[in-house]
Structure formats: C-alpha cells, structure tokens
C-alpha cells in the first residue's frame, strides 16, 4: 500500500529508503526530505513539557495531488516517513499506525542485533522482507 | 589462441596467459576479492577489515580456493612463495594469477617452478562450484560460457535467491558435456565438498537438487566433446559438477536421517564444542550470553559483518539481543556453515530452531564435511586453543577425502573432550528448556520494563516481568476483598510509622471511598481504594522485585493472610477507622508486587478468613516489620537513584572529554595535511 517507506535517523540522514516504483525515486526522495521539516514542525510544536505524552503517530504530514505523506516519530527521534498513493483511498487512518507500529517492531528487532551500529544503514533482510510486505500490492 | 596479454609483470617475467585462462583468473581474482566483502579496488568500508591493500584478494578465500585444487599444503606453500605472495604479503593480481598457473602446473603433474608456468598449461581446476574452471578446461571454444558464467556468478554473489536455483535445476536436466576433461584428478572431485565461497546453493529447502542431480549424473559423467558451445549449458555444467559432488556426498549420509537439510544439522562433536565454547562465554549454560560479548566473539570468525549480522537475525529467534545455548548453537553453526562456502539460509533451517536444538540435544546424526576446511580455515585466531577444538571437528567420513594428517591429531583431542561432555550434556537438556524463560525475565526487567510498555505492540519476552508484575498487583487488588468482616475490632493504629508514611494518602483514600459502603459488597471499593496505592507502590516492585521476592518470602504468607481481611473489613469500615485502614491495604500492596506468584494471594485470602481471629497481636509486629522492609526498600530506591545521577553525571564528563579529544584530533590532522607538501618537496 505504501509506495515509498523511509527511516531517518535522529541527524536527518536517511538509515533507510525504499520506493516502489524505482524509476521515479528521486522524486520520492526528495518528497521525504521536504517532509522532515513538518515532521520537526509537529515535534517542536508539541512542547518539551510534553514529551511523555506525545503521541508517536503524527499523522498525515501534508498531502499532494498524487500521493499521502504520513509521519511517525520515535522517542529516540528516528523518524519513519511513509508516502501512500492518494488513488488509494481506501486506506485507513488505523491502518497507517498499524503499519508504522510493524516498522517500529522491526525497527526495534533491528536495533537489538549487536553487529548493528546505530548510524548504519539498515541493511537487514528481515526489515527488508517486512517493508516489501507492505509496499507490495496491487500495482 | 595464445595472446601475450599478460596479468602483470611483477616478477619480471611476462605472464603469458590464453584468453581462456585470463578470463578465467580474472574472474576469480574478482570473486576472491570480492567475496572478502570487497571488490579489487573498490568496495564498502568492510574491506578494509578483510582486505589489506586495494587491489588485492584476501588471504582468506584465496587459501580456500587454493585448497580447493586438492593440491597437498606443502605445493600450496610452495606455490604461494614462489607466485610471491609471501614476499610482498598479499596477493595481488600478479601474484594471484601466477599462483594459479602454478596450480594447473602442479596438477598437470609439472614441478612447482616458474619455468612451469612458461608451457602453455591447462587451466587449474578448483573444486567449487559455479566458477568451475574444469568447465572452462582448455577448450578455447568455451570462452563464451564463460561470459556467460561471469555474470551468472555476480548476480550470485549478491542474491542468494531460489529462483536461480530452479532455472539452473531446469537446465540441468537438459543433457549436457562431460566437464571432466582432466582425468587423473577427477575422481576426487566427486568426494570432496569444500565449497570456498559460497555459491552452492545447498538451502534448506533445495532438497528438489537431490533427484534432479541423480538423473543429471549420468548424461554429465561423458567424456568431454568438443563443446558445442551453447553457452546456456555452461552454467548448468556448474551446477551440475556440484549437484554431483553434493550428491555423491549426501548418499551415504542420507541413510541417516531423510532430512533435505543436512548442512544445517548439527552433529554430536559439533554440539559438544559449541557448548564448550557457549560455556567460555557464560559458565552457566542454562543462561544467555549478552549481545556485544556475542559480537566480539563472533566476529573473530573473520566473516564480514553483514553476514553476521545476518545470522544473528536468523539465530536470534525472539530478538532479545542475548543468545541463549540454543541460539548460540545455530549462530554458531551457520557461521561455520558460512565459512565453509554455504550460503545462508533465507530464514532459520528446522534443525536450527531453537526448540528443536533443546529437544534434540544429543544428536547421532554425523554431518559430512562440513569441517574439513574449517579447520584450515581459520587463521590468524587470536584463541589457538579454538583451533584446536576446530581440528578436533574435521573427522567422521573423512576416509575418502584427501584432508591432511589433521584427522588424525583431532581424533584424539576429541575423545579427551568427550567424557567430559557427556556429563555436561545431560545436564544441559534438562536444565535449558526450564530455566530458559527465567533468567530472560528477570535480566530483562529494568532495563526494558518501561520501553516495553511504551511499545505495547505485541508481546515480548522482555516485558514479561515488568507487565506481570503489575499485572499480578492490578489482578490481586479484586481477590483479596471477599474475606468478611467480623475483624472490626482490630485496630492498628498502634503502628505511628505508617500512620506517618500514610497519612497524605489517607485523604486521597478517603475521597476515593466513593459510595458509602453501608456493609456490601466489598469487593468494588477495595479496587477503588487501592487505585491511588498502585501508583505509588510501582516503584517497588520495579525497583525491587528480586530483592524483596526473597527476603520476604516467609514473611508475606502470614502478613497476606492477615491483610486480606483487613482489607475486607477496611472498606466497609473505612470511616469509622480512618487511620488503621489505610497501612493495611500498603501492606497488602506491597507485599503484592514483591510476590509475582498472584496464587499465593488467593489461597491466603482464603485463609485469612478463618484466622483472622486471632492476629490481634501479631499485627503490631507484622506492621513493625512491614515498615522496616518498606524503609528498607526507600533507602535502595534513593540509593540507586544517587547511583543513576552519579553515572549521568560521569557519562555527561566522558562525553565533553570525547568532543575536546575529537577537537584535538580534527587540529592534528588539519596541522598534519599542512606538513604533508613540504614534505613531499
């Protein structure tokens, strides 16, 4: 369902990035980063006072004629960015934060590898195998 | 078809190699030093671990290659001084491609000289798999498949998908040339499986290979024609000579077990040494070893660190990051695995899961060959002492495979250590599986207790202790309410301390008394009551859980039994008795979470009925030392807390003494690049 799926690191630089259709992925590139300023946007406008209980899922970032930007944040501020086709409308809001709660699952499983240093890419084949999962479908 | 184009002039002398052979070397100088993680001259930054220079194959493939060729160790050595390795210390392209001449010479029957490599010579012949030279054997009009190999072997190295297992598994039906032109060597081929680099596609799950290679056999074992070219039979002339040679080698082991994946079976001595070596790392076998002592010993095993990081994904099957013995074995084994030239597996093998490891512990099952090479293969280790377990492993069914004297010297050690691992054996299988769960809960918890919480997505091993405990507190507040309440007239005000501790929780409490409970149903408002409570006392148990579990252990059967019907008279009576209500429900809750086992609270509040008659005397003493406990369990709290800020602040130190080190650093080499010109003039 997803169409493009991204982990940034707590820095802003890309730990991992995948789109589907992979001829246009600069476009989808270049979508995510534009996307980190909301994202900071929503954090800061959270306030330090509430940290605690900000809420992970932030929800649609901004939207574009063809696709759906939707933010996710970590309290290590590892930021998942997610951008749908907005053809797709039969995705659900529930469904989004399912999806983001798998890659923060995974994620996690990630982290917990000692060969892993925080800062690397992601280059595990089980994160790789979820992301597929959910961007493969009809298309 | 000689062409003068030579590999290099290193030694002088100009290489002269055929078309055939130059591509041949090159491809597999690429493979050697590519598969050390980095391509000749380029790659990610993990060649530089394995690789010493740019341009140039890592020691370690090149030796298994090396021994691939079945030459005897003594050639070999003879081969990689004379090719001038040794000399300059690594094998560069010059030296890689004498050294292979120098192979088809020896195994053409020539001495080992330079002079040798001058006569035009057969290509060397590598028992391996895809790559195999004896494919490209001398006949010039097999170039094309090599072009075709080449890319064929690329796309291997990265991908290790089943698809091309089945296309090639398709061609290999296809009735295809002999590629065993070189006679006198090629019976041992067939024996012997040191696969270096890992392009058997022996998977788990690729036991459809075995028909299919019984059939390819027959029309494979001809004579080689002239090829007639068709490039599309190359590589399924790989696939075929080790389908073959996997084949040959899985028949008599076959008997043994039906299982497709015998590579990822684990043999006896091979168990023993993995627990040996679990029980260096961690000497109490029931328990884990942590992920970063996992790490270190893990990577000694000279594999790059994506591959281990890859197996730590498969083998750490509930992604702890800890390596229980079950897990270490299956990491250990794919490492080894990996080592020997197979390819990891896509996801965990049957024989590896951890379930199936614990309940099969001592295995007859005696796994080929997967450690003849291993053995070899593990140079430069910083712990001798695990070469010589390694050697110990090259053994059973070596009797057809030309594997040096090590056998021989392993065979012994082995039977030292087996006596010993009998013993161990045992003990292991029945104490993994029980304690297994509870040495993770109780490491886990508080660390992750709150992270654990946060996440709340699906359940972990890791949040068992922290979300059962207060679990079992949220659980034990409704049980303990049914005990009736003739017990009014027990007072215990007596105790000042806890009418102390307590009293800017009895308003709280009182207000929390919402509806007033003439004489019912006493069950709702202990539940009410005992809300605000739960939030306080959480600290303890996530604080203390261990500590206090046991210290109180005697303690809190008698103290539950008799706080349970306070309780239950508490509500009820909560107005009239305002001050001695309250230290009982603490106590009650308290104790609770100390004690994760919620039976106990049932049973006593059971019991607490019948005896609460008589606890008129013993509530001053339980009250006594409930408040000694609870103090107790404070001063650790702020104990630890001053420990906590103590280490931030030391962490906060460390941190600005790294950025003024970085600092400096970063003006080092500014000053150093400074220097550099006037030197170079």
């Known amino acids: 369902m997803a169409v493009c799926v991204a982990v940034i690191a707590k820095e802003n630089y890309p730990l991992y990035i995948r789109s589907i259709p992979t001829e246009n992925e600069l476009k989808f590139h270049y979508m995510v980063h534009t996307s980190l300023d909301v994202v900071d946007e929503k954090i800061s406008a959270m306030g330090k006072a509430l940290v605690d209980q900000r809420e992970l899922y932030l929800g649609l970032l901004y939207p574009t004629e063809d696709y759906k930007v939707y933010g996710y944040v970590t309290n290590s501020k590892v930021k998942f960015v997610m951008v749908v086709d907005s053809s797709n409308t039969a995705l659900r809001d529930n469904e989004i934060r399912s999806m983001f709660r798998k890659l923060h699952n995974s994620y996690t499983d990630v982290m917990c590898n000692p060969f892993y240093n925080p800062g690397d890419r992601i280059q595990s084949r089980a994160f790789d195998s979820m992301v597929t999962s959910m961007m493969v479908q009809v298309c | ?681």
């Open chain 2, 1 to 681: 078809m000689e062409a003068a184009a030579g590999g290099g002039c290193g030694s002088g002398q100009p290489l002269l190699l055929s078309e055939g052979e130059q591509q041949c070397y090159s491809e597999l100088f690429a493979r050697c030093a590519g598969a050390a993680g980095g391509g000749p001259g380029s790659g990610p930054p993990e060649a530089a671990r394995a690789v010493p220079g740019a341009v140039s194959a890592a020691a370690g493939p090149v030796a298994d290659l090396f021994r691939a060729s079945q030459l005897p160790a003594e050639t070999l050595h003879q081969i990689t001084e004379l090719c001038g390795a040794k000399r300059v210390g690594y094998f560069g392209p010059t030296q890689f491609y004498i050294a292979l001449k120098l192979i088809a010479a020896a195994q053409s029957g020539l001495p080992v000289r330079i002079e040798s490599i001058k006569c035009e010579l057969p290509l060397p012949r590598f028992m391996m798999s895809k790559t195999d030279a004896e494919i490209r054997f001398g006949n010039p009009a097999e170039l094309h498949g090599t072009k075709v190999q080449i890319p064929y072997l690329i796309t291997e190295k990265n991908t290790f998908k089943r698809m091309d297992d089945e296309d090639k598994q398709q061609e290999t039906q296809s009735p295809t040339m002999s590629p065993l032109a070189s006679p006198p060597s090629s019976p041992p081929h067939y024996q012997r499986v040191p696969l270096s680099h890992g392009y058997s596609k022996l998977r788990s799950s690729t036991e459809q290979m075995h028909p299919a290679p019984y059939e390819a056999r027959q029309p494979l074992v001809q004579p080689e024609g002239p090829s007639s070219g068709a490039p599309g039979a190359k590589p399924p002339r790989h696939q075929a000579s080790l389908i073959r040679s996997f084949s040959v080698e899985r028949e008599p082991h076959d008997n043994n077990s039906n299982y497709p994946d015998e590579p990822w079976r684990i043999t006896e001595e091979q168990r023993e040494y993995y627990v040996n070596q679990f029980r260096s790392l961690q000497p109490d076998p029931s328990s884990f070893i942590s992920g970063s002592v996992a790490k270190n010993f893990f990577t000694k095993s000279k594999l790059s660190i994506p591959e281990l990081s890859y197996i730590w994904e498969l083998s750490d099957a509930d992604c702890d990051g800890a390596l229980t013995l079950p897990e270490f074995c299956a990491a250990f084994h794919l490492i080894v695995a990996r080592k020997n030239g197979y390819p990891l597996p896509e996801g965990l093998p049957p024989t590896l899961q951890p379930e199936y490891l614990q309940a099969a512990f001592p295995k007859p099952k005696r796994e080929c060959s997967l450690f003849d090479s291993y053995s070899e293969s593990m140079p430069a280790n910083q712990q001798p002492r695990e070469l010589n377990r390694m050697e110990k492993l090259s053994i059973k069914d070596m009797a057809d495979f030309p594997v040096p004297a090590q056998d021989v010297t392993s065979d012994d050690k082995q039977e030292q250590n087996k006596t010993r691992l009998e013993q161990n054996k045992t003990r292991l299988a029945l104490k993994s599986t029980a304690d297994e769960a509870l040495p993770k809960d109780m490491s886990e918890d508080p660390a992750t207790s709150k992270d654990s919480n946060s996440l709340k997505a699906r359940p972990r091993s890791r949040s068992y202790s922290s979300t059962s405990i207060e679990e079992a507190m949220k659980r034990g507040e409704d049980p303990p309410t049914p005990p009736p309440r003739p017990q009014k007239t027990h007072s215990r005000a007596s105790s000042l301390d806890l009418n102390k501790v307590f009293q800017p929780s009895v308003p709280a409490t009182k207000s929390g008394l919402l509806p007033p409970p003439p004489a019912l149903p006493p069950r709702p408002c202990p539940s009410q009551i005992s809300k605000p409570r739960h939030r306080e006392l959480q600290e303890f148990p996530q604080g203390h859980p261990q500590q206090s579990e046991q210290a109180s252990e005697a303690e809190i059967h008698p103290q539950l039994n008799r706080a349970p019907s306070q309780a239950a008279d508490s509500s009820p009576t909560k107005k009239d008795i305002p001050y001695s209500q309250p230290p009982s429900k603490p106590i009650r809750r308290k104790f609770r979470p100390e004690n994760p086992a919620t039976e106990n609270q049932e049973p006593s509040s059971t019991v607490g009925g019948p005896a609460s008659a008589a606890t008129g005397k013993p509530h001053t003493a339980v009250q006594k030392q409930s408040s000694k406990q609870k103090k107790a369990i404070q001063t650790a709290i702020r104990k630890n807390k001053e420990a906590n800020a103590v280490l931030a602040r030391l962490n906060s130190e460390l941190q600005q003494q790294l950025k003024e080190v970085h600092q400096e650093r970063i003006a080092l080499e500014n000053q150093l690049e400074q220097l550099r010109p006037v030197t170079v003039l």
